[in-house]
């Protein structure tokens, strides 16, 4: 759960102030993870959004391309030479349409 503004600024302001953060955590009633984030950021007091910190990196076109010319690699080959995840290999051929038959190597549309 998100803590407001007001309630990290008096907590951080306690701690640097002098007092322990295990007792800052337990008079805030927050926790101890927290306090160390909060004073590990340049601005304490700006929250930050959940969620995909960074663009997606996989590039679908590529991907085409590379099943066209090597057909009989597998999901894991491909996920180290475009440097991403089983799965985003996984999930990117299956929203492309795209199935790999394990028997022969030949790639079909769904």
Known sequence: ???SI???KRVI???RGGGSKAEAARRFQVGRA???RWLSQDDA???ERP???RSHKLDWEALRVHVEDKAALTYKERARH????YYCIWHAMHKMGLTRKKNDGV???L
């Open 34 to 36: 927290s306090i160390y």
């Open 51 to 53: 969620g995909p910190r």
């Open 6 to 8: 007001d309630l990290r």
């Open 1 to 3: 759960m998100r803590c």
């Open 82 to 85: 475009f440097g991403v995840s």
């Open 45 to 47: 007091l700006c929250y």
């Open 107 to 109: 790639h079909a549309a």
């Open 13 to 15: 302001d306690f701690v």
